[in-house]
């Protein structure tokens, strides 16, 4: 690899060498995917818990496995490595494989602070290696038809957007856990539930500039918020609102984005933004052929948001390789960092 310039990448056709950090719930997932691209090559895998990586490597036969990060990233010979370990993890780690020369995906949030994905950033910038962020809902169906209205300006001015994150979190997401529910550790529902939610409002109506926050812990015992409600507004002068729980009862409910324009409203809907409830656009109806194709990360007893990182893995490899990509880097994963803090510091100030 060349380590002077981020923007070269190997030879064109050699694959390219991964290894993950943190081998739950959404690591066994990156574990899968890179296991099934073609031009990835997984070669190490690190996690505390011994158990996982033994059970993974009888899985994956020939992954080298370690329980200390700082061992891996040192001795083991790959170019990027998927930090998938609890949020507050993400920038030391991150921090670490950029000293090590490693180019970066880290799940999201990018970090729970600003002041961690600067660091992270400036890491990344000093040694010349990428730093891309897991926003896996910006390739659902859903999502790209409404960007495609968007962009071409087939809703007119956007007056409103109503974002819901409605969903079920049970007791034990957070009592079976050592880190969510932990304020040092997971920082608040909205970087663990809604920060998907948050980047697809930045990436269309820009920063958020404006919050009022409520929120309170109404059903769980946890150090962090369970309920929340937000009056925002972005950049484009935009106004919008969003609400989020894990306290809905059984399973989750809605994750949903409304979009109100001058000339059309469109509902992107379901539990995860895979479907579009509601499409009301002047001239530009939605074809009747669509295939909504996403499915959720399931988890045993919960859900999770789209499981399009195999889209995600494919455009890291693409961004490494000088193709068309649409991947994420520090720069942009740090705004919704930025939203984040400024909805919680309202509601804490
Ligand atoms: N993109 C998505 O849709 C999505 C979905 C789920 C989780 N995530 C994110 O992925 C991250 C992990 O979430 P999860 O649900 O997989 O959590 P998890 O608790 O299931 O897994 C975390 C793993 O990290 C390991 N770990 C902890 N400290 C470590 C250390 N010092 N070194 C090595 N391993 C360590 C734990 O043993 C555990 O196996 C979180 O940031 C979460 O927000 C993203």
Redesign the pocket.
């Known amino acids: 690899m060349n380590q002077t310039n981020v923007v070269t990448f190997p030879e064109a056709m050699k694959k390219i060498k991964f290894a993950v950090?943190?081998?739950?719930?959404?690591?066994?997932?990156h574990v899968a995917v890179l296991d099934a691209e073609a031009d990835a090559q997984l070669i190490a895998i690190?996690?505390?818990?011994e158990q996982?990586c033994i059970k993974l490597a009888e899985t994956y036969p020939g992954l080298v496995w370690y329980?200390?990060?700082q061992k891996m990233l040192n001795e083991a010979d790959f170019d990027v490595v998927n930090v998938?370990?609890?949020?507050g993890?993400?920038a030391p780690?991150s921090i670490g494989a950029a000293r090590a020369k490693k180019h970066i995906l880290v799940?999201?949030?990018m970090a729970i602070s600003i002041q961690d994905c600067e660091d992270m950033i400036l890491a990344a910038r000093e040694n010349n290696v990428l730093l891309m962020v897991?926003?896996?809902?910006r390739y659902n169906v859903p999502i790209r038809l409404a960007r495609e209205a968007l962009e071409s300006k087939k809703l007119g001015r956007i007056f409103m957007v109503q974002c819901d994150v409605l969903w079920n979190r049970y007791e034990g997401y957070y009592s079976e856990?050592?880190?969510?529910g932990k304020m040092a550790l997971e920082g608040g529902a909205l970087?663990?539930q809604a920060?998907?939610f948050i980047d697809l409002l930045i990436w269309w109506f820009g920063d958020v500039v404006k919050a009022k926050t409520m929120m309170d812990t109404k059903n769980h015992q946890i150090e962090i918020e369970d309920c929340g409600t937000s009056v925002l507004e972005f950049d484009s002068g935009v106004m919008g609102t969003i609400n989020w729980t894990t306290c809905v009862y059984n399973k989750n409910y809605e994750g949903s984005i409304k979009i109100i324009g001058e000339f059309g409203t469109i509902k992107i809907g379901g539990q995860y933004l895979n479907k579009i409830e509601y499409w009301d656009v002047r001239a530009y109806p939605l074809s009747d052929n669509i295939d909504f194709t996403d499915k959720p990360?399931s988890?045993g007893k919960y859900q999770?948001?789209?499981?399009n990182?195999d889209k995600v893995i494919k455009d890291v490899i693409a961004r490494l390789s000088h193709e068309k990509h649409m991947i994420v880097e520090g720069e942009e994963g740090i705004r919704s960092v930025k939203a984040i803090e400024m909805i919680y510091d309202d509601a804490r100030k």
């Open positions: 950090i943190g081998c739950g719930s959404i690591g066994q997932r690190c996690d505390v818990d996982k329980t200390d990060y998938c370990t609890p949020h993890l993400h780690m799940e999201k949030p897991v926003k896996q809902n856990s050592n880190w969510r970087y663990t920060s998907h990360n988890y999770g948001t789209s499981s990182h």
